[in-house]
């Protein structure tokens, strides 16, 4: 400083500006100097962790730190030891209260490095956390973060007015109620996501559903106080991490890892149209090969035990096959030989629930090979494709409200005919 005192003298400016400019023009040069420093150290170290030399054990590592341009770091530190090396001949001690403001803002400039530093540390974990795709820990590292900055400030402030930082520690207690407030979402997504971590409650890729809020999908972030989720229709929905564990949810991700997806469907019969079958249809329904040889070993145990009873020849005092107890061994075994059905390690039965208005249900209870969702969907149309095509063979009828070509046929009129683009005037 004192060589721009003189150059500045030796110009003639006048006395009462020479010490300001001098100030104003060392302040500039140190300024530009730490600048060209931490430019250089930036560039060096970004080339060094782009390079093939760069290269650590574990690729995640390697990535994460390239990601954060961790090592940029390196520039903030290197500006900062220069600084406090060259600032004794920037501004010496012959002048006091500048060069003791100076060192201050330095070790300032340090403390906030350090801060820097742990954050980007905290980022490189989270990170390389999730890549293996486990718990969920970006809650608890923003938290940290949280931690790590506020107590930072404090001692960055403490130390700017020469104060120890145990003199604000008495203040916490002052305004514990009023954090409490301000960071109540906050506070309620940290123990959330403590227990949705500890419990493996969902993770990031699982699929979940809250219909209450409109949410099924995927889950694509969690953060310390929300859960963001994909929908299939490619919409964002934001959850409360803390309505995760205080409500109900459906988490799919068994039915993922398991690799098998459940068909639960029932097909509503008309119930007159059940019957017991006679010898015509029995013919009829014996070429079946999925029916053939349970007809035969059927009639062989009915034959005998309405021997056994001496049922006289009447379908209304022994026992006979009916249309949809065939029906409902036909779609048993149908499932049953499908190639996409998983019968070796889940259930696959077809049963009749309780009579309706709607009809008598006849359910399929079955589970698919795969759960990707457009073969799951696929292989359920061709099931019931089969079904309701085949079901006439038995002579049953499946309930449908009446529609308006069925008032048509009770009135006497033919039903309208389908308009056919061929048809010429």
């Known amino acids: 400083m004192k060589y721009i005192l003189t150059l500045l003298n030796s110009f003639g400016m006048p006395l009462q500006y020479i010490k300001i400019s001098a100030i104003a023009i060392t302040v500039l040069l140190f300024c530009f100097l730490l600048y060209v420093i931490f430019y250089l150290s930036k560039m060096i170290s970004i080339k060094f962790v782009n390079s093939k030399y760069f290269k650590l054990r574990s690729h995640r590592w390697t990535d994460a730190l390239r990601q954060t341009n961790f090592f940029a770091v390196c520039g903030y530190v290197a500006a900062g030891f220069i600084a406090n090396f060259v600032s004794g001949l920037f501004f010496p001690t012959e002048y006091i209260h500048l060069h003791h403001l100076v060192n201050k803002i330095i070790n300032i400039y340090f403390l906030i490095c350090i801060v820097i530093i742990i954050n980007k540390i905290l980022t490189v974990i989270q990170i390389v956390h999730d890549t293996k795709n486990?718990?969920?820990?970006?809650?608890?590292?923003?938290?940290?973060?949280?931690?790590?900055?506020?107590?930072?400030?404090?001692?960055?402030?403490?130390?700017?007015?020469?104060?120890?930082?145990?003199?604000f520690v008495s203040a916490l207690g002052i305004i514990a109620s009023v954090l409490m407030i301000v960071f109540k979402d906050t506070i309620l997504g940290l123990t959330a996501g403590w227990q949705i971590s500890m419990n493996k409650m969902v993770k990031m890729g699982d699929w979940i559903e809250m219909p209450k809020y409109g949410v099924d999908g995927t889950i694509v972030d969690i953060s310390l106080t929300t859960v963001y989720v994909k929908n299939w229709d490619n919409r964002i929905?934001?959850?409360?991490?803390?309505?995760?564990?205080?409500?109900?949810?459906?988490?799919?991700?068994?039915?993922?890892?398991?690799?098998?997806?459940?068909i639960k469907r029932s097909i509503f019969i008309d119930m007159q149209s059940v019957k017991f079958v006679d010898e015509a249809m029995l013919n009829k329904l014996r070429k079946f090969e999925l029916l053939k040889e349970y007809i035969d070993g059927k009639e062989k145990e009915i034959a005998e035990y309405n021997k056994n009873h001496d049922i006289k020849e009447s379908m209304y005092n022994g026992r006979y096959l009916t249309n949809i107890g065939l029906f409902r061994i036909y779609c048993q075994q149908y499932i049953r030989t499908r190639s996409f059905i998983n019968t070796t390690n889940f259930s696959a039965f077809v049963r009749q629930l309780d009579p309706t208005p709607e009809g008598l249900p006849v359910e399929l209870y079955c589970f698919t090979n795969t759960a990707?969702?457009?073969?799951?969907?696929?292989?359920?149309?061709?099931?019931?494709?089969?079904?309701?095509?085949?079901?006439?063979?038995?002579?049953?009828?499946?309930?449908?409200?009446?529609?308006?070509?069925?008032?048509?046929?009770?009135?006497?009129?033919?039903?309208?005919?389908?308009?056919?683009?061929?048809?010429?005037?």
């Open 134 to 167: 486990e718990i969920p820990i970006k809650g608890f590292v923003q938290f940290l973060k949280i931690f790590v900055n506020f107590f930072g400030f404090l001692i960055i402030f403490a130390y700017t007015i020469g104060k120890e930082p145990t003199y």
């Open 237 to 262: 929905v934001t959850v409360p991490a803390y309505n995760l564990i205080s409500e109900s949810f459906q988490n799919w991700r068994a039915m993922q890892e398991a690799g098998a997806r459940r």
């Open 372 to 425: 990707d969702w457009m073969k799951y969907e696929a292989y359920q149309a061709d099931i019931f494709d089969h079904i309701f095509s085949v079901i006439g063979e038995f002579d049953l009828f499946i309930f449908q409200n009446p529609s308006g070509r069925d008032f048509q046929k009770l009135q006497g009129h033919s039903p309208i005919q389908p308009f056919n683009l061929s048809t010429k005037k």
